[in-house]
């Protein structure tokens, strides 16, 4: 969620053991599939035991072995599209996906020449990120079924994605406001962004030691500070896996020569952020905000990888910094970046699944459409489907080399999160009074000694249409209330959609949904015009993430299988998103930086940049350096351009080339 998460130390690092891991293919070996009668999923794994009794502390994650399941696929669901449109033709890279990571890896491929197509299973962009609308009484509703928070959209920032827009000439209006309400047992309070000092009023007011919790708060940013400081030395945009990152991420040197002490901090960066917080942090209030400020990345502090809060204890607290509701619903990321995409002569296909990535002589070629129709690649194919779902599309029909079977084992047993509950209201607000409430975002939490994982104990809810009138009729609100990712599939996967024990179980899960909204507006189910629940069947269909999943859940601290050489050393905590198989790349929020729209959005910029040579990428950020004062470090500069010669015949690496007379 919120911002990037990022740091110059992960930069490195990533770079490094991306690039390390540049791979070709091992000898073929016969691929033997485990027999599905192996599967018993209750009896290997406590997805389902480990929710029932969530002590505050449990790290909770999902998991399951996908290699005895290669086909584990749900119908789609009326109002997703079949998935069978598409056609035939020849492009430079074909994009599987078009969340945030994948229209981010388009649209900038695009804009460095190459032919590109996007392929989207679902009749709508945007992946997570898109919004479905209902008719009622003449009137049209719009919801969101996945993020609401957003910094830094408003104006040019250091989130990524407002960087893509601001990098593809695109704009995107939004409103903006300035704090998350808090419902917790202790009440109603507020979290407010864009000022420092209003922060510390609120630990005054709420910690039991009011200038204990300040003090030990300014502590925790001090001992962060030059992690923090380093976001803008260089940025995520700058970032690329091969030898190029040196010319790219030149501009930093003068931080680095003058912050050394980065480096010390290397393995601080991706380890658990509780490890240091512990240290410095006793106040029961700040913990408990540090860990809500962690969850929507998935984990508590416990489990979060550190960058994940550079960016916030670095620029929420900035004057003027402020939360952004886009204007016509989340769809307005997606529909920008297609923009972006089109702009440039790429292309977007929706409901157009793609049952096989075809994998010829080693090389990702093309794929093939679930209409069976053949699209080819001749440069890369780049999968923005979760680690699960694309391993789906590997050797349904081919065998695969040993080190490729190694992989797709790997990814599909890699820990993750569990589904997700959600509640769509829309509401008639005739004399509603919502004065005691600021803001559209809202976190509420049951119980702070449970885990905030279980999605019986913490949900938000976002009421866009205080400051968006065109996403329902005047008069009505429109309320999206969803639990944290931590919903167990296991017991929905047993039931039939439909069937009275479905319905009674789904009633029954979303009673905390409810709840949460009570909260804000006691008498919300007497003016529910009408609602809906999303089960998480009903959001893996939606989604298009497998057993609906929030995403990967690799707890940092240590790292990643397949995260490339150095996680022997360093605790990379993301598998890489360069493949076994030459010319398949991986985009989204199981790559790094991870979970959140800007982060996937970066995730597909950083792809981008790999698949093409180190010049174009330099002009890119010189380009993008000029649009703003604020963009200006971005450009790497005269060092950039002093190493571009010794880096450039590496970039891109050598499974990514492709000869002129090659280009589509
Ligand atoms: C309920 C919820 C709340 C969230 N809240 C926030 C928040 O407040 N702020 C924030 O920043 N982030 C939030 N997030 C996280 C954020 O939305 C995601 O991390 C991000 O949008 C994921 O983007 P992605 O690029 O990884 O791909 P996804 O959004 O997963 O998109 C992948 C796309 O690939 C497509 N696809 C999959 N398989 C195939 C196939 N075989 N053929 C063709 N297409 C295929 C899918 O249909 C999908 O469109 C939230 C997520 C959820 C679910």
Known sequence: MLGSKYSLACALITLMSGASSVSAFAPAKSFVRQSLSTLNAEAINDNVSQTEDTKRGKVMTFSYDMSMEPKYEKPTYPGTGNGLSGDEGEYDVIVIGSG???????????????????????????????????????????????????????????????????????????????????????????????????????????????????????????????????????????????????????????????????????????????????????????????????????????????????????????????????????????????????????????NAHVDEIIVEDGRATGVRLKNGKIVKANKAVVSNATPFDTIKMLGTEQELPSEVQTWKDELGKLPRHGAIMHLFIAIDAKDLDLSHIEDPAHLVIQDWDRSMQDSQNLCSFFIPSILDKSLCPEGKHVIHVYSSGGEPYEPWEKLKPGSEEYEAYKEDRAQILWQAVERCIPDVRERVEFSIIGSPLAHEAFLRRDRGTYGMAWAAGKGAPQSGLLSSVIPFPFPNLKTPVDGLLRCGDSCFPGIGTPSAAASGAICANTMNPVGKHLDMLEEASKRDPMYKFLNPGFLGRVYQPLVEGMTPSTELKVEESQQA
């Open 100 to 350: 945030m990571g994948g229209l981010s890896c388009g649209a900038i491929s695009a804009k460095y020449g190459d032919k590109v197509l996007v392929l989207e299973s679902h009749i709508k962009c945007g992946g997570s990120a898109h919004t479905f609308s209902r008719m009622h009484n003449g009137g049209k509703y719009s919801f969101e079924v996945g993020p609401s928070i957003f910094e830094g959209l408003d104006r040019p920032s250091l989130n990524p994605l407002r960087m893509i827009f601001d990098l593809l000439d695109e704009q995107m209006p939004v409103e903006t406001y300035t704090g998350l309400g808090y419902w917790t047992p202790e009440g109603y309070w507020r979290f407010p962004i864009g000022s420092k000092q209003t922060f510390e009023d609120l630990l005054m007011e709420r910690a039991d030691d009011g200038p204990k919790a300040v003090a030990e708060w300014n502590a925790l940013r001090n001992r962060l500070k030059t992690l923090g400081g380093s976001t803008t030395a260089v940025s995520l945009l700058n970032l690329r896996q091969d030898p190029g990152f040196l010319a790219t991420t030149a501009g930093s040197l003068p931080f680095v020569l003058t912050h050394p002490d980065v480096f010390l901090d290397l393995n601080l960066t991706f380890d658990s952020l509780h490890k240091t917080v512990d240290q410095i942090v006793t106040d029961p209030f700040l913990l408990n905000f540090i860990d809500t400020m962690c969850i929507f990345c998935g984990f508590p502090a416990k489990g979060a990888m550190t960058a994940h809060m550079l960016y916030i204890l670095e620029r929420f607290f900035e004057e003027g910094a402020c939360y952004s509701v886009p204007v016509g619903g989340t769809c307005a990321l997606g529909d920008t970046l297609v923009r972006g995409l089109e702009k440039f002569g790429g292309k977007i296909q929706l």
